[in-house]
């Protein structure tokens, strides 16, 4: 009776501790994918849910042998949920990779864990500079607020657009964009003559605004998240801010393609500076927009669904270096350095930063084949992210 517990133990200690590892190992390759898909940021979820599930059936789900399987989990963009999800898939679910991250809070939360693991973590939204820096296991495809703020504070003074007031959404992103295009614009003999925050959850842009009206400046500059453009748009119009003579400028998160259409006429001329625009005129372009909104009934891809679709691409091209047979180090190995064409444009991971150089656009917003688009009319080469050379 002892002998038959003892070996049955021990034949169940070997199944659970071996097998299904060994199997999963051999067999799948499990890319967690965490991203808002409810709540405040859940268009960034969306677009980026579908531009995945675009990138695996164009390209197949058998990659070097390994049946790549998708975990797409909700953290409704609470950092402490994106970090307990995490830690399931690393722990539970053996997960290769670990990508998404719709807010900087959420990356940040999550970059331990991927350091901890020695799991590679493909940003593919949050867009802080120093989210790189957080570990040594981050990748991104995504963009910074940097890369895309300097180039409209080069812009601006050319514009007459000398003294701005910025309003930003209070996190990392925003504190990022209001410093560097602060900076910049100061160095080309311009001045920000007021800087606003407004909170990032369920924010009330009426007061700011009202506050920018009487300050009168050439422009407002503003950052605020993907998902919150419509909102500052409609206000900014509502006040007449346009009419007394205030310009309306920022990164191309307030033009964002998913909301750009439905914000109507007032939108017309802001221009903005960005890495992706659906309208960019490339060949890889019109196949990746027609693609996405063919499968998602007519949704259009923003610069997320680039984010994602990209961020799908270094994944797979580094299961291919690898053979199918890389762990963590393996991957990070094969995702550095990766240089490709993009629907935005040409784009490549820095070897030593491990974060995405890529064209920045400054585009203005009209109207074509009856839609709104933010049309690109003049570029700024193979950006490095501004703010890693501090
Ligand atoms: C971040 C989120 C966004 O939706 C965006 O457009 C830019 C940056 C972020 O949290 O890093």
Redesign the pocket.
Known sequence: MQKRLFLTGTALAALTLVAPHAMAQSDTFKIGLILPMTGQ?AT?GRQIEAAAKLYMAQNGDMIAGKKVQLIVKDDTSIPDVTKRIAQELVVNEKVNVLAGM???PSALATAAIATQSKTPLVVM????SSITEASPYVVRTSFT?PQASVALADWAPKNGIKKVVTLVSD???GIDAEKFFKERLAFNGGQVTESLRVPLRNPDFAPFLQKVRDLKPDALFVFV???AGAAVMKQFLERGMDKAGIKLIGTG?ITDDDQLNDMGDGALGVVTSHHYSAAHPSAVNKKFVEAFKKANNNLRPNFMAVGGYDGMRVIYEAIKATKGQGGGDALLAAMKGQIFESPRGPMYIDAQTRDVVQNIYLRKVERKDGQLYNIEFDVIKDVKDPGKAR
Do not use: E, F, V, W
Not at 125 to 128: G, I, K, M, N, V
């Open positions: 940021q960034t719709g807010i900087t939204a949050a867009a802080t607020l996190y990392g992103p998240p993907s998902g998160d």
